[in-house]
């Protein structure tokens, strides 16, 4: 039997979670996460749930493979519904799009009571606002390349936090002396991608002015944020 070895995503995810913590896992797909936990000794049990059987039934494969069935229970559910709280300490939600996991999130206003470790495949900046506007704060983020894709792994709980500029919400909060080492190319790449969709934008007679000044805006912070991050590095 081969080792699990965890993707470089799952891996700081994995790094995250606390020391003997009954974990949830939503999304689970094949259940590496709550099975590489087990199989360290990080987790005491964990919740594995997907809202189609066939990712379920590749996690069971993947826990009697190696051994941990007895420390997950899996469950056809959509999201958390049917859920609680007292079941669990952390949740992780990962693999998915910001706005689903934001609707997940708001039909179980108890996860406010927990750790979140949230891993939005799209739309990164919708999720933090409706997060920073409901009663949740975003304590700190990860950033983890695999290859040409980045990916921002949110750790949360519920509290309050200071406004988020266009930038922020865009790119993630930043502080000086944090160790990110693939900042500096993720906010280049962002700043690309927003300055071609400029472009674009300016060369079509559909798009109204104030689309234009927001976008500019996003673009002129985005880079006020690679100047800032450039000059703590020098």
Avoid at 116 to 127: C, G, I, N, R, S
Avoid at 129 to 155: D, N, S
Avoid at 164 to 178: I, K, M, N, P, S
Avoid at 180 to 208: E, T, W, Y
Wanted: proline fraction near 4%; include cysteine; aromatic fraction near 6%.
């Amino acid at each position: 039997m081969a080792a699990l070895t965890l993707s470089p995503r799952l891996s700081a995810i994995a790094a995250q979670v606390p020391q003997g913590t009954r974990l949830t896992d939503v999304g689970t797909d094949h259940a590496y996460l709550p099975t590489a936990l087990l199989l360290a000794g990080r987790i005491q049990q964990a919740e594995a749930t997907d809202v189609h059987a066939g990712p379920l039934q590749r996690g069971r494969e993947t826990a009697a493979l190696y051994g941990v069935s007895d420390g997950i229970r899996f469950c056809l559910r959509d999201g958390l519904e049917g859920l609680q709280g007292p079941e669990t300490d952390t949740v992780v939600i990962a693999g998915m799009g910001g706005e689903l996991i934001a609707r997940i999130l708001e039909q179980a206003p108890w996860t406010r009571e927990k750790l979140l470790l949230l891993q939005p495949m799209t739309a990164q900046a919708e999720l933090r606002q409706w997060l920073t506007g409901h009663g949740y704060a975003i304590q700190g983020e990860t950033l983890v390349r695999e290859g040409e894709k980045f990916y921002q792994i949110l750790r949360v709980q519920g509290g309050e936090t200071r406004p988020y500029t266009q930038g922020e919400l865009w790119a993630g909060r930043q502080h000086q002396g944090e160790e990110s080492p693939h900042r500096l190319d993720f906010l280049n790449q962002l700043i690309q991608r927003r300055r071609r969709a400029l472009a674009g934008m300016a060369s079509s007679a559909k798009v109204s002015q104030e689309e234009l000044c927001q976008l500019e805006t996003l673009v002129k912070e985005l880079e006020d944020m690679r100047e800032e991050w450039s000059k703590w590095q020098r």
